[in-house]
Every structure is written in C-alpha cells, then in structure tokens.
C-alpha cells in the first residue's frame, strides 16, 4: 500500500513534464543549443538522478548545518557596515520616494517611467539575483520596514503597551502582499502601468506602517512579504548575518540547513515558483492562441485562471510528495513540509535565473536612462537620458546556457538539500527512500522548465 501510495507523485510529475507544449517559449530558442532540447531535458534529468544516487552512498550523514557556521568579518568591516546601515536605508527610502512620486505624477508611458522598471527589473530580478549569490542586501535598503519601525517605535513610546502580534499572522500577511504583486505583473492588464505600480507601492507601504503602529515595531519583518522572500533566498548566500547581527561568511548553499520555515513561508516559495512557471507557460504558443483575441478585463480573467492554476499544480506536487514521504517515513506530514521547506529555495532561485537573466541584463540598462529622466519629462540630469541598450553583450547561446545550467544545477542542490535534511532527521537507509517522491517532483520540475524556457 505503501508502494502504491508513493507512486502518485511520480504519476502526477509525469502528467506535468508530458503536458508541456511542444513549443513552450524561451528567451533563446532551440538553435542556440548544439543538441536538441528534448536531449538536454533528459540529460539534465538524469544528472539530477545520479546526484540523488550519489548523495545516497556517498553523503551519509547531515553536512551543511556544521559548516554554516562561518567566520565573523573583521571587527573593522562589521563596524564600517554597520556605520552604513543608516545611510543606505535613507537611501532606500529617498528611491521608493520617487519611484512613487514619478509612477504618479511621471509620464503615463510604460517605458519612459522609472516605476515599472525599479519594481519589476531592479527588485524584483535584481534584488533577488544579488540576494542569492552575495547575501540579504535588500535588509540593507528596505524602505518599507525602515518606516514600517519608525513609525512603530514612535507609536510604542505613546502606548508602550502595545502587544505584539503572532508571527504566523504575519507570515499569512507577507504571502499576501507578493501574491497581490504577481497578479499585477503577470495577469492583470494595466499592472505595468505606472499609476497601477504606484498605487500598489502606496497602499503596500501604508499597510505595513498602520500594522507596525497597532502592533509596535518588529512586525514588518514578517508581514513585509519581500523582505521575507528575498532573506530567504539569501540563505544561499555567503554573506550573513548571525542571531546577534554579527556579519559573517560561510559556504554557499549552506545557510539553507540552519533556515526554520513555516508553513506561510513554504507557501510564498512555492507560489513565486508556480508564478514563474505560468510566466513561462503564458509565452507559449498553446498559451498565446487562448489570448489572442481577449483584452481588458476578459485577459485578467484569463490570465487570473491561469496563473492560479500554474501556482495550484506546483503546490499540489509539493504537497503529495510530502505526503507520500509522511506514510513512508511515519513523521507527521506538516512537520516534513516545513522540513524540506529550504529545498525549494535553490529551485525557485533556479527558475528566477533562467526565466529572468536576459530581462535583468537588457532591461536594466534602461535603469541607466532612466537615472537621468525618472519622470519621463525630458530630462537629463546625469546626461544619460539617451542611453540606449546594448544587446550584443549577450548573445542566444549565452543565454540560452545560462538559462539551462540554471535550471540542471539548482535543481541538483536542491536535490543535496533535500538529501542533507532528510539525515538530520531520519536514519540514512530510511532518509533515501524517503526521498523518491521528492526526487520525481524536482525531476519533473527539471524537465519541465527547460521546455518552458527553450522547446
């Protein structure tokens, strides 16, 4: 029974990669590989299995808690970073500013405001890429939680009273923000509008101040959804700060095993995974004979549809492999979905490279223009107003083998994750059975991202 049961995952990740089109979108295309697409899917699947067989005899007891220790940086560094601190978060605060005051008070163009390009180019990709490879640089500059605690602080010294709010409510709140920011990038019709973006940046940030005031300062850091999302991404990260904010370096990767997840944090991360997946799947052909002739709110709906369907797949997966490994294993089913929570990070990591690294690269030189002219009235301030993107700097083939190393090796690590925490749980005979159903999910996942991207 047991069998039969742990099966559905494999059945249901077979349903996924079979279900992509033949002819999913991509940034590069099938000619900027020297082998067919198919090819490399399955090649990449298999390096992802025999990851998984080696871990299983070679890496026998858990490893990357142990080394997650890292060093602490000079006492000279840590107190330059910390003198810094101040300015970079007055920095971060002068940016949301006038990116709020250009969205609504620029030009109405898409292209000639800075709105859409700080929120969907250099946060949301670029933040989240730097995060990954450098550490939680976005704690650094966060406007939302520097005035979320200011004012929090301000209210605790009228009412020092005031109680704190549960961190789960807070989690259920940061999911909600990032979940209201994807449907506007990707499903509702005018969400790169600039006065959309505004009002969105407007409302986000009176939230978290109004919640910091009734509920006193430290609450932002769970109900700010971004700061939730892009510090857990920098679990990957070498740089880190300890329990008592104490800057430090440790291996990559590593930071995922000391990482306590909850269920509302295990669901942000599958919901941008599920987001970026629909992102793809909405550029394929399959996707663009559905919308073809909609517009309005008739293509929100649409959209909505499908990207509440991609999400619910991806959680769905998720969800029955867990459950697969909780009649396995014995262990209760929420206490392993918050487990291998960290798992998922390499994964979405993965999906963000691949699906976003040409956007970041040629879209963010738009940043350098619009430096100059954030308004779109004319201007030029720093005299780059005429900048133009320069799209020889990258060409297909790197393109297209950034995105399918992206995919091929964060899913491998996330397979070593998922590896590292099962030892630290279960027996190592018990561990690697445990991690079949997970196993078929990632190579599913595999498989499927890179015919989004490049079939």
Request: net charge neutral.
């Amino acid at each position: 029974m047991i069998r039969t049961r742990a099966a559905w995952p494999a059945a249901a990740a077979l349903l996924l990669v079979t279900a992509v089109p033949a002819h999913a979108h991509g940034l590069g295309g099938r000619l900027d590989l020297p082998i067919p697409i198919w090819h490399f899917a399955w090649a990449a699947a298999f390096a992802v299995l025999v990851s998984f067989a080696v871990l299983g005899r070679y890496w026998t007891y858990a490893r990357l808690a142990p080394a997650a220790r890292g060093a602490p940086f000079p006492p000279a560094l840590e107190s330059v970073a910390r003198g810094l601190l101040p300015i970079t978060r007055l920095i971060g605060v002068a940016m949301l500013a006038v990116t709020i005051h250009a969205a609504f008070l620029g030009s109405p163009d898409v292209t000639s405001n800075l709105a859409p390009f700080a929120a969907f180019v250099l946060v949301w990709v670029g933040v989240a890429v730097t995060s990954a490879f450098v550490g939680d640089v976005w704690a650094t500059v966060n406007p939302f939680t520097t005035l979320a605690n200011l004012c929090g602080r301000i209210r605790r010294s009228v009412r020092p009273d005031i109680e704190p709010q549960p961190a789960d409510a807070g989690e259920s709140i940061s999911l909600l923000g990032v979940v209201v920011f994807l449907w506007m990038e990707l499903a509702f019709h005018l969400g790169a509008a600039p006065r959309m973006i505004g009002a969105f940046l407007a409302l986000y940030t009176i939230a978290l101040v109004t919640g910091a005031m009734i509920h006193g300062p430290g609450w932002a850091r769970q109900a700010d959804g971004f700061a939730v999302l892009f510090r857990t991404i920098a679990a990957l990260a070498p740089l880190h700060r300890d329990a008592d904010g104490t800057l430090g370096l440790r291996y990559p990767v590593t930071g995922l095993a000391r990482m306590s997840m909850g269920p509302g944090t295990v669901r942000l991360v599958l919901v941008v995974i599920g987001a970026t997946t629909f992102d793809g799947f909405s550029r394929s052909s399959l996707w663009l004979d559905v919308v073809s002739n909609r517009s309005g709110w008739e293509l929100t709906a649409v959209n909505s549809g499908g990207l509440v369907f991609g999400i619910g797949i991806v959680m769905a997966l998720y969800r029955v492999a867990i459950a697969a490994m909780a009649r396995m294993t014995g262990e209760p089913e929420h206490e392993l979905g918050d487990l291998f929570g960290p798992s998922l990070v390499p994964i979405m990591v993965a999906y963000t490279v691949a699906h976003y690294f040409s956007f970041l690269a040629f879209e963010g030189q738009n940043l350098i223009r619009l430096a100059s002219d954030p308004y779109g009235l004319g201007w030029n301030l720093f005299g780059t107003a005429q900048w133009q993107v320069d799209y020889t700097i990258l060409s297909t083939g790197a393109i297209a083998w950034t995105q399918t190393s992206a995919i091929a090796v964060g899913h491998m690590v996330a397979v070593l994750v998922a590896h590292d925490r099962a030892l630290e749980r279960l027996p190592p005979e018990i561990a690697v059975r445990s991690q079949y159903p997970m196993l078929a999910v990632m190579i599913a996942f595999t498989i499927g991202g890179l015919l989004l991207l490049l079939g």
